[in-house]
């Protein structure tokens, strides 16, 4: 009697987008980085990676919810599959696997998607393999690969230092609900920095102290005063357009931020209801836009079989 074949052992892990509450940006250090004193809350978007042992690196990409996938990288530039070979690297073996992303975090968009997978693929592979890698050694794994790569590990809301990747849990007890609303195209981070510089930004940024006590109040108005992105006004340089959605959220009643780098935009509302009719205001201009709450856990497992 010959044995029925069992399906290849896989491990899908779930990974959040985030905003950053607070991105206060310092004038750029001799190592091409700038220091940031940044708040992150990771939000309702996500996506799940699902790897497989595999004989050699591969990876692929299905689009989740309409986001635009086409610029992402299917070869070992994608940052999923660093994050494979430098966990295989950190315990000296020499195992491949096949990495699939289900993507419904816009790509170049200020939310971190890349980081998500990066974050997803370490967390994943670690328990596909049993590795048992520390979450000291996963942290500093995540941030060899990226600045926001450790937050997407731990989720909720953290305060960020250094190129963002030293994080501290902060308390956030509250939900917070978010109109997101991705632009067509994504704006790339290095640009936006540039011209954050010839801007002659970087000058005189204010602490994270104002968001960090908002968010306490447990009120959607206090929280929308405090919030401040010091990259904004150089994504609105690069990206004029950026205004009329910026304007459209605000005309339908949120508080308005750029996410990250841009060009997402994003509007906080007061509440569930609130978040539901912006949202549709902007369906009724054309524009795209998502509902999504935050804080929610960072990398986990959904799957294992
Ligand atoms: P950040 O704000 O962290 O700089 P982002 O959210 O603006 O990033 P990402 O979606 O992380 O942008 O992607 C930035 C670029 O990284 C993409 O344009 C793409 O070329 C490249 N990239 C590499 N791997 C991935 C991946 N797994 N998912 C998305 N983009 C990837």
């Given at each position: 009697?010959?044995?029925?074949?069992?399906?290849?052992?896989?491990?899908?892990?779930?990974?959040?987008?985030?905003?950053?509450?607070?991105?206060?940006?310092?004038?750029?250090?001799?190592?091409?980085?700038?220091?940031?004193?940044?708040?992150?809350?990771?939000?309702?978007?996500?996506?799940?990676?699902?790897?497989?042992?595999?004989?050699?690196?591969?990876?692929?990409?299905?689009?989740?919810?309409?986001?635009?996938?086409?610029?992402?990288?299917?070869?070992?530039?994608?940052?999923?599959?660093r994050?494979?070979?430098?966990?295989?690297a950190?315990?000296?073996?020499?195992?491949?696997?096949?990495?699939?992303v289900?993507?419904?975090?816009p790509?170049?968009?200020?939310?971190?998607?890349?980081?998500?997978?990066?974050?997803?693929?370490l967390?994943?592979?670690d328990?596909?393999?049993?590795?048992?890698?520390?979450?000291?050694?996963?942290?500093?794994?995540?941030?060899?690969?990226g600045?926001?790569?450790?937050?997407?590990?731990?989720?909720?809301?953290?305060?960020g230092?250094?190129?963002?990747?030293?994080?501290?849990?902060?308390?956030d007890?509250?939900?917070?609900?978010?109109?997101?609303?991705?632009?067509?195209?994504?704006?790339?981070?290095?640009?936006?920095?540039?011209?954050f510089?010839?801007?002659?930004?970087?000058?005189?940024?204010?602490?994270?102290?104002?968001?960090?006590?908002?968010?306490?109040?447990?009120?959607?108005?206090?929280?929308?005063?405090?919030?401040?992105?010091?990259?904004?006004?150089?994504?609105?340089?690069?990206?004029?357009?950026?205004?009329?959605?910026?304007?459209?959220?605000r005309?339908?009643?949120?508080?308005?931020?750029?996410?990250?780098?841009?060009?997402?935009?994003?509007?906080?509302?007061?509440?569930?209801?609130?978040?539901?009719?912006?949202?549709?205001?902007?369906?009724?201009?054309?524009?795209?836009?998502?509902?999504?709450?935050?804080?929610?856990?960072?990398?986990?497992?959904?799957?294992?079989?």
């Amino acid at each position: 009697m010959s044995a029925v074949p069992q399906p290849a052992p896989a491990v899908t892990v779930r990974a959040p987008a985030k905003v950053n509450l607070h991105l206060g940006v310092g004038p750029l250090r001799a190592d091409g980085f700038h220091p940031l004193d940044t708040v992150y809350q990771a939000v309702s978007l996500y996506d799940d990676v699902t790897v497989t042992d595999a004989r050699a690196w591969s990876v692929g990409v299905t689009p989740v919810g309409g986001v635009d996938v086409n610029d992402v990288p299917l070869d070992d530039t994608n940052i999923a599959v660093r994050a494979g070979r430098a966990l295989v690297a950190h315990h000296g073996t020499d195992r491949c696997a096949r990495i699939e992303v289900a993507k419904g975090i816009p790509v170049a968009g200020g939310m971190a998607g890349g980081s998500a997978d990066a974050a997803a693929t370490l967390v994943a592979l670690d328990r596909l393999w049993d590795l048992g890698t520390s979450d000291d050694d996963l942290l500093a794994l995540a941030a060899g690969l990226g600045s926001d790569v450790p937050f997407a590990l731990l989720g909720g809301t953290a305060h960020g230092t250094g190129r963002g990747e030293v994080v501290e849990p902060v308390d956030d007890d509250g939900t917070w609900w978010w109109v997101v609303v991705p632009d067509d195209g994504g704006l790339s981070t290095p640009a936006v920095y540039a011209a954050f510089d010839d801007l002659g930004g970087g000058g005189g940024s204010i602490g994270a102290g104002a968001v960090r006590a908002a968010l306490g109040t447990h009120d959607a108005g206090e929280l929308g005063a405090a919030l401040r992105n010091d990259l904004e006004e150089a994504a609105l340089h690069l990206r004029p357009g950026l205004v009329a959605t910026r304007d459209a959220l605000r005309g339908a009643g949120a508080v308005t931020l750029l996410s990250g780098s841009g060009p997402t935009y994003l509007g906080l509302a007061r509440d569930h209801e609130a978040a539901h009719r912006v949202r549709q205001a902007l369906l009724d201009q054309g524009l795209t836009a998502v509902v999504a709450t935050g804080p929610v856990a960072g990398a986990h497992v959904v799957t294992h079989g």
